[in-house]
């Protein structure tokens, strides 16, 4: 039995990101390691990448290494071409110069976000643009393009480690040109939490996707019962950082669904702009959850 509804005070806390609650004790008593420091080393080059506060922070030094205007303007191409963009990647950019979602005269900067872990298809033509590109892979940490170059076409490339790890903080900014130059404002504590968080888990890094693997394909199947469709195509390279699907017309009202779902623990967007939404999918849960996750549908579409 699975209670719909609860007391406001007893609700559970779902999130995108597999971090809870009791992984503050978990990751406080972690003991140090550095492994994932000799992991990007290998991964982004030696000198090529620098730990950031977050993604949002990765994003903000990178655009500092050039010299734009306020009239300038950043054009934010993203995987589905929907309008629909995270306020996190538009407000960095607003601290700047404006943005747009078509290439103009006026684009100084081309921002690519690989969105919900699949990897922007028409990578070479904007290439051939000759423009400055910076990549978002904030949520591509695990995933890879067919060519094996994601991340590595960019001036530069920026990653969260929140959206795969149960960590609260840190992301990465890396150089494909030149060595980096700006500082992070994180603290030696806060790279000394962040170092021994991700190694820990980056040593068990088949068994964590192995895991995230497994819990998507239940949650495919699940939610394909009640009618809903994934969104993105999904292949051996893909790693999602969450699960978008088409309503199909099942949900009638999306506003009200969001905020059902919010009341009940499970974090959760419409993604504006189409028929479609998304929820939590990452190593973290289990398939008792995902019925959870249904179980809160079903009772919405019945109310």
Known sequence: MFVVNPDPFLVPSY????????DIAFN???PADDFCVSYCDERFGKGQWQFTI?????????????????????????TSQNFYISSCVTKEIEGFCQWNREVTPETKII????????????????KSLGLPIIEDCCTTFFSQNASGALGK???????SFPKFFPIQIGGILVSNKDTISQNSKLKSDQIEAIQNTVSHYLRKESELLQKRQSILEYARVTFSKLGFET???NSNLIVPSALVLKNLGIVKDLNAFKIFLNHNGI???????EDAFFLPIHQGLTTIDIDYFSACIQAFLKS
């Open 15 to 22: 999130r995108i990101s597999p971090f809870k609650t009791e």
């Open 28 to 30: 406080h008593q972690l």
């Open 54 to 78: 977050t993604g949002r922070e990765a994003i903000k030094l990178a655009l500092e290494n050039y010299s734009l205007e306020k009239t300038a303007v950043v054009t934010i191409l993203t």
């Open 111 to 126: 921002f690519i976000n690989h969105e919900f872990g699949y990897p922007y298809p028409e990578m070479e033509k904007i």
């Open 153 to 159: 076409e960019g001036d530069f490339s920026v990653y």
């Open 231 to 233: 969104r993105f195509e």
């Open 267 to 273: 974090q959760n967007s419409i993604f504006y702009g």
